[in-house]
């Protein structure tokens, strides 16, 4: 009795937690400080690439499960490569100014300001997504071990709703974002993005054994991609850096705070009024 108790409990887990987890990762990736074309444009180009090439060239099994899982391994090969560049280009971001303004930078890295509501920084994300796929590869892997029919076809409904919009909506949402690194600084996404891709054409090189695209196809699609986002990435750095928010510059304020504030003198006291 306490076996089938214990086990309905974890079947109620699973469900409910891969629910909750799916809805709180897509709202996360919604709640953006700004979204610009340029991320866009990334998005778009990154989907074309990977749902082409997937579709042409999927697993050895054919038809559309064939060609669902080339696009999982293609897109979790770029979670990988982004979560790594995210972490390095984090630690640049933080170190890159004085010791004194480290903190704030430090902080918006978890959670930032946007106009009016507070948003989830990108490590925050990056970690919500990294639980969220645990949770939903744990309850897929369930689906086959219930030697019960039913419960595994109920199991099925259930879970692969929330699966399937989590595995095509949030990797699609961070090739363009980069699990929203704006939110902490509008230039971290732009700077990410070569990196992801350089990083992203060489793990595809090593999957070639998994997802068979001729190599006269694969080489074209993957030096254009990332011909387009190194083009992206400098006219967007540039246009940032015209507006005051260059990497070393603050984001939330759009320039470096001023060394001789307005209200202050240059020995630091209150000027007169």
């Known amino acids: 009795m306490l076996g089938v108790l214990g086990a309905f409990v974890l079947w109620v887990i699973q469900i409910v937690g891969t629910w909750v987890l799916v809805g709180l990762t897509v709202m996360a990736l919604f709640l953006r400080t700004s979204f610009s074309l340029f991320t866009l444009a990334r998005t778009i180009v990154t989907a074309a690439v ?67 509501f507070t948003a989830p920084g990108p490590l925050s994300i990056l970690a919500l997504a990294g639980a969220t796929t645990g949770v939903v590869a744990w309850s897929m892997n369930a689906i086959e071990e219930y030697d019960n029919a039913f419960v595994s076809l109920v199991t099925a409904i259930l879970i692969l709703l929330p699966a399937g919009i989590f595995l095509f909506l949030a990797p699609l949402s961070v090739a363009g974002t980069i699990f929203n690194a704006a939110n902490a600084h509008p230039a971290l996404p732009s700077l990410a993005a070569p990196f992801v891709t350089v990083g992203a054409i060489v793990l595809d090189r090593f999957s070639g054994k998994i997802i068979a695209t001729p190599d006269s196809l694969k080489d074209p699609f993957a030096l254009t991609g990332l011909l387009i986002t190194v083009m992206l990435s400098a006219i967007e750095l540039v246009r940032l850096r015209g507006r005051g928010q260059g990497l070393t510059q603050d984001a939330e304020a759009g320039m470096e705070p001023s060394p001789n504030p307005i209200d202050e003198t240059e020995s630091g006291a209150p000027a007169p009024r």
């Open 50 to 116: 990977v749902l082409t090439l997937a579709y042409r060239y999927g697993l050895a099994t054919d038809g559309f499960f064939g060609w669902v899982d080339a696009v999982i391994v293609k897109y979790g090969l770029m979670a990988i490569v982004t979560s790594i560049v995210l972490v390095v280009l984090a630690g640049v971001y933080v170190l890159v100014v004085p010791p004194g303004r480290r903190r704030p930078r430090l902080v918006r890295l978890f959670l930032s300001n946007g106009e009016g």
